[in-house]
């Protein structure tokens, strides 16, 4: 069974990112399935729901871009992932340039490279 993933990245920034996680997800070799459960609205309860949203899911990944640190959904997603000790992991979106940590990263959580097999090492626990 494929691992559940809870994918958060910059939404007004990094929506190609998305798009590029979730394809690699549909590949035949692919040991994992992307959850795209985000919310664009900022409904009152949007917080709660991402929690029931990660909660469902196995490992969380979170894209890091140019401007992740001031996204504040994915720091609220991370902080999250953090409260429910749930596994993740910070992915270097872009190739070029410098990708940051959302605020609510601990400094000890490093930027992974983002290639399909360290991709599937990391979703497999490798980090």
């Known amino acids: 069974m494929a691992t559940r993933v809870f994918m958060s990245y910059d939404y007004d920034h990094d929506d190609d990112l998305k798009n590029a996680l979730a394809g690699q997800a549909k590949l035949p070799d692919s040991p994992f399935e992307i959850s795209d459960w985000s919310i664009k609205d900022a ?14 899911c196995q490992v969380v990944t979170v894209i890091c871009g140019y401007y992740t640190d001031t996204a504040t959904g994915v720091s609220v997603e991370v902080g999250i992932a953090q409260e429910e000790d749930k596994p993740y992991f910070l992915l270097q979106g872009r190739a070029n340039g410098t990708c940051v940590k959302p605020k609510a990263a601990k400094s000890s959580d490093k930027i992974y490279t983002w290639t399909w097999d360290n991709l599937k090492k990391l979703i497999g626990g490798a980090r």
């Open 43 to 56: 409904s009152a309860d949007w917080k709660q729901k991402a929690r029931e949203r990660i909660r469902r």
